[in-house]
């Protein structure tokens, strides 16, 4: 687990040796950052990405923008949320493991607090309206803010002609024929590959450079965190008794493995066990538990705690619903989120080596396009939702188009969204100022209105 300090005796850094601009903050600084992002990533992971970028790239300049689309680029290759991951690896930066885990963490709890909060209304007493009057707002300005990562990542990502049509084409893949994305990464990847990556994009190429970190460091490191995803699982195993904690713990860490593309990929790998061969939720529950992670912040992984609190809920018998359910959350977040410390503090060292391999590099800066086309994706498919009350996919052939009924179109999002552009774009204003302005117009709009 050696931090960023060891690396830089290796010339693993070269270029945050040589850019002046570059700034180290504190630990104290950083942390509150990373509290600010947690408490302020609303909107999924293309949002997320883009307040981080703005955050520590833009603001603060704590990563330069090669920095930071390569460990995008690495993040997106992993199992589970890229963007709770790219900040873990971002800490790690600053400041080692420690900085790793208290960005990590600082990402997931605020969101994971306001989800087991919900989750335990809804287990109560059902839906709420007041939720949706307080999220109208933030839902409208959350559309903004992916337009806006939309833009500033285009703009650096898309430098070569192959780079559009890289992105296009995984937006056409994603958009329209609702192929894997998993597919996609490994198709561009093996494209960048081959086609290696030209001069006048490499880093250092320095034929000294290394990887600064060794075989030994990193069987430790996976040793270490694989004992610490596990040992409790295991010990939960053996005390949990006839309660579904042990089952849930078990089918939550294989999820951790297998789930590439984000919290719409696990819908699609949760749903079959969790609602026909285990009965814990129903479909419609299912997309409940989204739809609450979608107007909160954090990861929208965090569906996972919603359904690990509700199966725990019912579990618990009249006498332990609210003891079980929590249980039923903490275990759900353990074995979802542990084991991102896993990949990214084992990789985290070989990202910029990785980088400065031209074909290695050339597969990163594929992927990096197709960033582009997930996030074009994203906000079309987002803003649709958002806008519209009914949206169907209609399929024609091999292709999949999306179709809002135009009656359900709610003028108040439009509105609030015009409203939002109009601050963030043209007048700059930050993220939590507006998000704050358009949530609480956005209730008074819902209550008077209707």
């Known amino acids: 687990m050696t931090g960023p300090r060891h690396l830089h005796r290796h010339r693993l850094w070269p270029e945050t040796m ?4 570059q700034q180290t903050p504190t630990l104290g600084d950083a942390t509150r950052v990373w509290a600010k992002i947690g408490v302020l990533s609303f909107g999924g992971p293309a949002a997320q990405i883009a307040l981080m970028h703005r955050e520590i790239v833009e603001a603060r300049h704590w990563l330069s923008e090669k920095q930071y689309l390569n460990a995008l680029s690495f993040c997106m290759l992993l199992p589970g949320p890229e963007a709770m991951q790219l900040a873990t690896y971002a800490g790690w930066r600053l400041h080692g493991v420690a900085g790793g885990l208290i960005a990590g963490l600082l990402f997931v709890l605020p969101g994971a607090a306001v989800v087991l909060a919900l989750a335990a209304i809804y287990a109560a007493f059902g839906d709420v309206p007041l939720v949706h009057a307080l999220f109208l707002g933030v839902k409208a300005a959350v559309v903004v803010v992916v337009l806006e990562a939309l833009l500033r990542v285009s703009k650096r990502a898309l430098r070569r002609a192959e780079h559009w049509l890289v992105a296009a084409l995984a937006f056409i893949g994603i958009f329209f024929l609702a192929l894997p994305y998993p597919l996609i990464i490994a198709v561009a990847a093996l494209y960048g590959f081959l086609r290696g990556s030209p001069a006048d994009e490499a880093g250092d190429s320095s034929p000294h450079q290394t990887v600064g970190h060794s075989l030994s460091g990193t069987l430790a490191t996976v040793c270490i965190w694989l004992a610490v995803w596990w040992v409790p ?7 949990g008794g006839d309660t579904l904690l042990p089952q849930i713990g078990a089918f ?5 493995v297998v789930t590439f593309g984000g919290a719409y990929a696990v819908l699609a790998y949760m749903g079959q066990d969790v609602v026909n061969q285990f009965g814990w939720l129903t479909a419609g529950e299912m997309m409940d538990g989204l739809g609450l992670a979608e107007t909160t912040p954090g990861p929208l992984i965090l569906v996972t705690e919603f359904v690990g609190f509700i199966a725990a ?5 009249p006498d332990h619903h609210m003891a079980m359910g929590m249980a039923g959350a903490a275990v759900t977040l353990w074995a979802t989120f542990v084991p991102c410390f896993l990949w990214i503090f084992t990789g985290a060292p070989y990202i910029d080596w990785i980088s400065n391999q031209p074909r290695l590099r050339g597969a990163l800066s594929a992927i990096t396009a197709v960033v582009v086309g997930v996030i074009l994706n994203l906000t079309i498919w987002f803003a649709l939702h958002v806008f519209f009350g009914s949206v169907t996919a209609q399929q024609v052939g091999i292709v999949t188009l999306w179709s809002p009924a135009p009656e359900t179109l709610d003028w108040r999002v439009v509105l609030l969204t015009g409203m939002c552009a109009v601050l963030m774009l043209r007048f700059h204003v930050g993220i939590s100022k507006v998000l704050v302005l358009s949530s ?11």
């Open 18 to 21: 040589t850019n002046t601009s």
């Open 233 to 239: 699982l295991l010990v939960l195993n053996q005390v």
């Open 252 to 256: 939550f860490s294989k999820l951790a």
């Open 440 to 450: 609480l117009l956005g209730a008074g709009l819902m209550f008077v209105a209707g």
């Open 313 to 317: 809920w019912r579990d618990g018998g």
